[in-house]
């Protein structure tokens, strides 16, 4: 299958350049994954799967955001901690009683990898997901890793007010614009840099680049295939007028 951008540019995600450097962040050491049905590579298959058999990968826990790792859950509905079906490894939940992974949820853990596809503006539920997970992971002594994907509106438009602190919520968490203008992966050095975790606690932090985006890149221009990242957002043209209106909630 061609995955090429119009001009002739392939741009590959975090979660690529990850496998193609065949794991040496993870050598050795047990890893919990925090992702949904965006963490796939350019032939849809999902992260979950492609860690959990790829040789010399200690894949040992799952952690869920809103919607569920496999997008069983519809917005805004509680999600267990369950056993995943398909690898039958521990699903910890962190859009129910707890959203920030518990140091028993994090047992036996050394390693946290984050992949979930952002959707360029704020008021976003996995943007607060990938904040208090990197807390976790700092309080915790465990590393953090970030599978970089692209922003859908480009690299280059931020717009909007920072959140004020009364408007804080876990759909906006942290003062960022309302369109940010950053990749996840940036999101999380954004977070970790400036010192905006729970009293200015940092993680030991490591973002899988991506190759060959551009900031002036729209999700359409990448090659890559989108994977609806909530029911409001069935279609990466969705993230242009979602960020115009802003009535959805949490997402």
Not at 61 to 80: C, K, N, Q, W
Not at 128 to 139: F, K, N, V
Not at 146 to 152: A, K, M, Q, S
Request: with cysteine; aromatic share 10%; charged share 20%.
């Amino acid at each position: 299958m061609s995955w090429f951008t119009i001009n002739g540019q392939k741009v590959e995600t975090g979660l690529e350049v990850f496998l193609r450097g065949n794991f040496k962040e993870t050598e050795g050491k047990n890893v919990g994954l925090i992702t949904n049905p965006t963490g796939v590579d350019h032939n849809l298959r999902s992260a979950i799967d492609i860690l959990f058999s790829a040789k010399g990968f200690k894949l040992v826990a799952l952690y869920s955001p809103e919607h569920g790792i496999r997008g069983e859950f519809t917005a805004g509905e509680s999600v267990g901690s369950a056993t995943d079906p398909v690898t039958g490894l521990p699903v910890y939940s962190l859009y129910g009683k707890t959203r920030k992974p518990t140091p028993e949820m994090l047992k036996g853990v050394d390693i946290l990898v984050y992949d979930i596809q952002d959707i360029g503006s704020r008021s976003y539920t996995f943007i607060s997901t990938l904040g208090l997970a990197m807390e976790a992971a700092a309080e915790n002594n465990i590393e953090f890793i970030v599978l970089d994907r692209p922003n859908p509106l480009g690299g280059i438009r931020m717009e909007g007010p920072l959140t004020l602190p009364a408007f804080t919520s876990f759909v906006s968490q942290f003062p960022i614009p309302y369109i940010h203008g950053l990749t996840v992966g940036e999101l999380a050095m954004y977070l970790n840099g400036e010192g905006l975790l729970k009293n200015g606690i940092k993680c030991k932090l490591k973002v899988m680049k991506m190759e060959g985006w551009s900031r002036d890149m729209l999700f359409d221009g990448t090659g890559l295939q989108w994977v609806p990242s909530s029911p409001h957002i069935p279609y990466s043209s969705s993230t242009l007028y979602y960020p115009a209106t802003g009535i959805f909630g949490e997402l």
